[in-house]
């Protein structure tokens, strides 16, 4: 079973920038798409973004479009999302989590999930 260990999150001003990476152990890394979702305090977890196996078709939720960027590096098992122009409603616990699925779609199905890091956004 794939194993996950995000890491990258903390505190950031409104408009700032980060860099979550999510460490994958296991050799079907590169077999699956990636998701990332996030958990507000208070909310359900919601769907963030998601990347094909090969990094070549990506899926975001509207409220990130423009601003995240999902990425992966297939020979380091790691995904990336890169975040940009953070805002305060981005204050969440974000997890990522291997997908059932070979390919990113708008209805991910995720499997195995990552214990997740906190993203404070200040305003």
């Known amino acids: 079973q794939v194993q996950l260990v995000e890491s990258g999150g903390g505190l950031v001003q409104a408009g700032g920038s980060l860099r979550l990476s999510c460490a994958a152990s296991g050799r079907t890394f590169s077999s699956y798409a990636m998701d990332w979702f996030r958990q507000a305090p208070g909310k359900e977890r919601e769907f963030v973004a998601s990347?094909?196996?090969?990094?070549?078709?990506?899926y975001y939720a509207d409220s990130v479009k423009g601003r995240f960027t999902i990425s992966r590096d297939n020979a380091k098992n790691t995904v990336y999302l890169q975040m940009n122009s953070l805002k305060p409603e981005d204050t969440a616990v974000y997890y990522c989590?291997?997908?059932?699925?070979?390919?990113?779609?708008?209805?991910?199905?995720?499997?195995?999930w990552g214990q997740g890091t906190q993203v404070t956004v200040s305003s």
């Open positions: 990347i094909s196996w090969s990094g070549g078709r990506t």
């Open positions: 989590a291997v997908d059932r699925m070979r390919f990113a779609s708008a209805t991910p199905q995720p499997g195995s």
